[in-house]
């Protein structure tokens, strides 16, 4: 099963944060997404105009909302940063490669 035909699952405390082989195992799930420090990922769209920008965090919000797991939308003219890790580890799990993958499809689309 891909990472987007997944469901985000609520995290412990406790859990440990991924780390090396599973990390980079998911990461490359993901592509064109950075995993920044083993903290979070990190990935900068493009848009040709603001509008366009704005479909595409409402449309990330949308995904959001529905997987219960929420990524940092910085949106300006023409570009988005997603940023997506799980606060209650402040680290990464696969819940939040889910979302990138999730977001990235809305891109495509």
């Not at 919000?61 to 023409?78: N, R, V």
């Not at 940063?81 to 891109?107: C, M, N, P, R, Y």
Request: with cysteine.
């Amino acid at each position: 099963m891909s990472l987007s035909e997944k469901t985000c699952i609520p995290c412990r405390e406790g859990v440990p944060a991924l780390r090396g082989e599973e990390l980079e195992k998911l990461k490359a799930q993901v592509p064109g997404w950075q995993v920044v420090e083993g903290h979070h990922l990190l990935k900068v769209y493009t848009f040709p105009d603001f509008r366009t920008a704005l479909d595409f965090v409402n449309g990330a919000g949308e995904i959001a909302e529905t997987e219960g797991h929420h990524p940092d939308l910085i949106l300006s003219w023409g570009k988005v940063e997603v940023k997506i890790w799980t606060h209650k580890i402040d680290g990464l799990t696969e819940s939040d490669f889910i979302l990138a993958a999730k977001i990235e499809q809305l891109h495509h689309k």
